[in-house]
Structures are given as C-alpha cells and as structure tokens.
C-alpha cells in the first residue's frame, strides 16, 4: 500500500513552471508505476503522464506533451512533474497515482491516489 503527498502547486503567470513532487510517505513507491492526473473545476479527471516503476518509460497525455516531465528519484521515493510554458487551461488540481499496469491512462485504474496539490495559472 502506498500513501502519497503531492507538493509544489501554486500560482503562476502563462509562461512560467513549476515542479510538482509526490512522495509515498510508505516509502514503497518504487514499486510502482506513477501517474499523475490533472481535474480543472467541472471537468473529468484527465491523464498527465505516467512512468514505469524502472525510470526507463514515459507517456503523456496530448495536452502537455513537450511541455510537461515526469521523472522519478527512487531513491527519494519521489515522483516529480516538471512543468514549463505553463498556460491558464493548466489550471487543475493535479494528482499522482500508483497501482496500475504500466500505459494505463484511465483513472480507474489506479488503486492508489494523493490529495492533490493546486495549481493556477494568470493570463
């Protein structure tokens, strides 16, 4: 089981990043695939990217592909999304998950979910 906390969420202008960290407080997480998921007010939950418990694999969703990196430091037991040219549609709280086959994009897939961690993003 996997208990995770994300971090690093915050306002910030169009244009700019922000890294997001979500740590297993069970320090298991390197077990595990990652994903992290986005839900802006009103909409879905949608798939950011994910990557595979070895470091080696990613995927992304169209939406932030060559924008957005997910990496891992499993020694750290932390997953990070790195975020660049961020835009106002960015705006979501952003979750990570674990549990799920590696190229799952559905969130019902993954058994394990943190808080969630805010981000806003000015026009």
């Known amino acids: 089981q996997v208990q995770l906390v994300e971090s690093g969420g915050g306002l910030v202008q169009a244009g700019g990043s922000l890294r997001l960290s979500c740590v297993d407080a069970?320090?298991?997480?390197?077990?595990?695939?990652v994903a992290w998921f986005r839900q802006a007010p009103g909409k879905e939950r949608e798939f950011v990217a994910a990557?595979?418990?070895?470091?080696?694999?990613?995927y992304y969703g169209d939406s932030v592909k060559r924008r957005f990196t997910i990496s891992r430091d499993n020694a750290k037991k932390t997953v990070y999304l790195q975020m660049n040219s961020l835009k106002p549609e960015d705006t979501a709280v952003y979750y990570c998950?674990?549990?799920?086959?590696?190229?799952?994009?559905?969130?019902?897939?993954?058994?394990?979910w943190g808080q969630g961690t805010s981000v806003t993003v000015s026009s």
């Open positions: 069970e320090l298991t997480l390197s077990m595990y695939n």
């Open positions: 990557i595979r418990f070895s470091s080696v694999e990613t």
């Open positions: 998950a674990a549990g799920a086959t590696f190229g799952s994009r559905g969130p019902a897939d993954f058994r394990s």
